[in-house]
């Protein structure tokens, strides 16, 4: 188990590190201003799906009914052609009402601003075409218990990114966030094709193809699974996406409000996403796919056990990560923000809204294990109502606090609801199972780490304050 979560941690953190190179670059020569805001936005609506896709909903489904039909071949390239032509279609719909979806993505953007802003969505937006190949890919190679090209794939994303703003970056701002949203296209083939060199080299896409080839007249035997797999689906995004649902409600809240708001909570956001990302989903990626098989073979006990491990592992990493995070936000975001364009000011209105986001570090990351518990056992519309409650008290707070605190009352709402998303995950785990993994004497050292971490945070924060 540890050793799959260290090499998707591993990987992720190569990409992070590579992110928030990205990001340094993008305010330094960027800035906070309209013109980021307008990239964010464009990358906004891919990047949404994205997250739902490759951290979620279609993993979550696929994996369990992937493991549980006796058709696989066919099963999987029924299910990639029903995506691949719908998101195909999908992207072309976008390109042609570019305007329209730019409206519904920043509606407080002014007309001219939405003109300039929907051709960066168009391009954006085919992203998600190559980004659900990639998806589809690295759940078959999940399922063979290799994670390592996926974790390190991302990476590509983000060097694109960094060199587009280094080949542009004594170009108009308008130049600079254009070449950006076509390195994004280059950045998703290459993962693509990463991907493919993988599957091939584990003898995947044999399978793949065989599976064209028994189509037509095997089809019918799949009826079932596919019918099962769709009625999970729908429920899977809901239940896997509330943060990222979140954090785009944010967004779009933000455009409201004055001018650099949307680039604060963005880079906020991408700092909170480094310890999830980081801990949180590369220990729920990486226990899945064994989850599911201890569940399909009824195998409670030794489930249940692995989940025991990931929550202790992952409670110890998140308490480490919140305090220091909201203790030396200011200090973070100095250090990776704070230059060129970006002003001192904005260093502050940044390091507020990441206080705030972190607030919500450990019921978040927490969730995401218990989720799991509830997809391996194909319970995926009990999940979605759960967050559909979460995301309902995510928009009232958000409305409620926005108008008092700005966008910091934005990233705090989103916090708060990620303490009823804990709740109510834990509720359908089951309250009683739940107290048991807490009677443990692991609960002790977790007060002594939280206790060692905030008071050598504040030595050190005085002590870099002297």
Do not use: C
């Amino acid at each position: 188990m540890f050793k799959s979560i260290f090499t998707n941690s591993f990987g992720i953190l190569t990409s992070r590190i590579l992110g928030f190179v990205r990001d340094m670059l993008q305010a330094s020569i960027l800035g906070a201003n309209i013109y980021t805001d307008i990239f964010i936005v464009a990358f906004k609506l891919p990047n949404l799906f994205r997250r739902i896709f490759a951290e979620g909903a279609f993993t979550q489904s696929f994996l369990p009914s992937f493991a549980h039909t006796k058709q696989k071949s066919v099963f999987s390239v029924s299910i990639f052609l029903k995506f691949f032509g719908f998101l195909v279609l999908f992207s072309a719909f976008v390109a042609l009402f570019s305007n329209f979806f730019t409206k519904i993505i920043a509606s407080g953007f002014s007309a001219e601003t939405i003109s300039e802003a929907a051709p960066l969505v168009a391009i954006n937006f085919n992203y998600l075409i190559l980004i659900f190949i990639v998806t589809f890919l690295a759940s078959l190679l999940q399922y063979k218990n290799h994670f390592a090209t996926t974790a390190f794939s991302t990476a590509l994303l983000n060097i694109a990114l960094i060199g587009a703003l280094l080949y542009s970056q004594d170009e108009t701002p308008k130049t600079i966030v254009y070449n950006m949203s076509y390195a994004v296209i280059i950045g998703g083939l290459m993962q693509v094709v990463v991907h493919v060199i993988a599957a091939y080299k584990l003898h995947l896409l044999k399978i793949f193809i065989g599976g064209f080839h028994g189509l037509k007249t095997k089809s019918s035997r799949i009826k079932k699974d596919v019918t099962k797999f769709k009625s999970t689906f729908g429920a899977s995004v809901l239940g896997s996406s509330t943060a990222q649902i979140s954090a785009f409600l944010d967004g779009w809240l933000a455009s409201f409000l004055f001018a650099g708001s949307i680039s604060y909570l963005y880079y906020a956001n991408r700092i909170f996403q480094f310890p999830l990302a980081l801990f949180a989903i590369a220990t729920s990626v990486a226990i899945f796919p064994k989850v599911s098989r201890f569940l399909k073979n009824n195998n409670d006990e030794k489930a249940h056990e692995m989940l025991q491990k990931s929550f202790w592992f992952l409670s110890y990493l998140l308490t480490i990560a919140t305090v220091i995070g909201i203790i030396f936000s200011d200090e973070i975001v100095w250090l990776l923000y704070e230059r060129g364009a970006f002003t001192a000011v904005d260093s502050a209105n940044t390091s507020m809204i990441l206080s705030m986001y972190l607030v919500g570090l450990i019921p978040f990351g927490l969730s995401r294990i218990f989720s799991l518990w509830l997809y391996a056992k194909q319970r995926q519309k009990e999940a979605a109502k759960i967050s559909a409650i979460s995301l309902g008290v995510n928009i009232v707070l958000s409305l409620a606090l926005i108008y008092p605190f700005k966008a910091a009352g934005l990233a705090l709402a989103s916090s708060l609801s990620g303490f009823i998303l804990f709740y109510l995950t834990i509720k359908k785990f089951g309250m009683g199972e739940f107290l048991g993994i807490l009677k443990d004497k692991k609960i002790f050292v977790l007060l002594g780490v939280l206790v060692f971490t905030v008071v050598l945070s504040l030595v050190v924060k005085g002590f870099l304050n002297l």
